[in-house]
């Protein structure tokens, strides 16, 4: 690896633990406003003392990010779909990778459809994409896309197509939690983040995913809505963070979890 992608990699994934805590903000992409995504910018500030690195779009990124903030981007280079569409898979590169160099991004993020009517599309565009940005030095983070289908979420479909994200050179993946996941992480030669899918009913559920998850492998969390769609967005984040950065077990996560939103805040 050369200087600038072991740089890059090194801001996104902290070197004290190796590991990283995401947010991610890019819903609108496909879904638009959702739920308190109406206001990118007041949902983002808040949280950004809490993040290690911010997945989103360029226009969400020129609009609502200030540029003074020293945080890592991961941008999101696909889309072209929407949620009223006829296929969720039907996705291509919508940002080219000279515009995430002048964003001065650390990485971007594309759509994997395995399985989907577009897999083909999208695996060709995952490896054009990793061509242009080995040049610069840029990660690509693979996210296996599942669309509607949540019940592709096991470990057999998530190790397929994180092994095939690695094999065409994605350098991290973003995919799911699943019961045996330590399988999916045996099966991937790249560092795996999970994604937290749609706003769990409990907060407790959602620490104790991300405790599984660490505890089999992975290498942080890219969580959006069970984070800003929670009654209280900082406790939970700053709870995520003790979990992945500091060994926490669910128990003492949820202790955090309690004293920050104590705080208020
Ligand atoms: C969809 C995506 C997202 O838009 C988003 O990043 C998912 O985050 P979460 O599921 O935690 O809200 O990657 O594939």
């Given at each position: 690896m050369d200087w600038g992608m072991k740089n890059r990699m090194?801001?996104?994934?902290?070197?004290?633990?190796?590991?990283?805590?995401?947010?991610?903000?890019?819903?609108?992409?496909?879904?638009?406003?959702?739920?308190?995504?109406?206001?990118?910018?007041?949902?983002?500030?808040?949280?950004?003392?809490?993040?290690?690195?911010?997945?989103?779009?360029?226009?969400?990124?020129?609009?609502?990010v200030?540029?003074?903030?020293?945080?890592?981007i991961v941008l999101r280079v696909s889309g072209g779909n929407s949620i009223v569409g006829k296929e969720l898979s039907n996705e291509e590169i919508i940002t080219s990778v000279r515009e995430a160099v002048r964003l001065n991004v650390c990485a971007v993020a594309f759509s994997i459809y395995v399985g989907a009517e577009f897999e083909h599309q999208t695996l060709v565009c995952l490896s054009k994409l990793i061509d242009e940005c080995e040049d610069c030095g840029i990660p690509v983070l693979a996210v296996t896309a599942v669309g509607k289908e949540l019940e592709k979420r096991d470990a057999r479909y998530l190790s397929l197509a994180c092994r095939i994200a690695a094999e065409l050179?994605?350098?991290?993946?973003?995919?799911?939690?699943?019961e045996d996941f330590e399988k999916v992480v045996e099966s991937s030669p790249v560092p795996l983040v999970i994604a937290?899918?749609?706003?769990?009913?409990?907060?407790?559920?959602?620490?104790?995913?991300?405790?599984?998850?660490?505890?089999?492998?992975?290498?942080?969390?890219?969580?959006?809505?069970?984070?800003?769609?929670?009654s209280h967005p900082v406790?939970?984040?700053?709870?995520?963070?003790?979990?992945?950065?500091e060994g926490a077990n669910v128990e003492k996560a949820v202790e955090i979890f309690n004293k920050t939103k104590e705080g208020n805040i």
């Open positions: 090194s801001r996104i994934f902290k070197p004290e633990t190796g590991r990283t805590v995401m947010l991610a903000v890019d819903h609108g992409y496909f879904l638009g406003p959702i739920s308190k995504l109406e206001n990118p910018k007041k949902t983002i500030e808040p949280l950004i003392p809490f993040t290690d690195a911010l997945m989103l779009t360029r226009g969400i990124l020129r609009n609502c200030n540029h003074e903030f020293q945080i890592p050179g994605a350098r991290f993946i973003k995919t799911y939690y699943c937290g899918g749609p706003k769990m009913d409990s907060e407790v559920d959602v620490l104790k995913i991300a405790f599984e998850a660490m505890s089999k492998g992975a290498k942080g969390v890219d969580f959006g809505r069970n984070i800003w769609q929670s406790a939970m984040i700053n709870a995520i963070r003790s979990i992945v950065h």
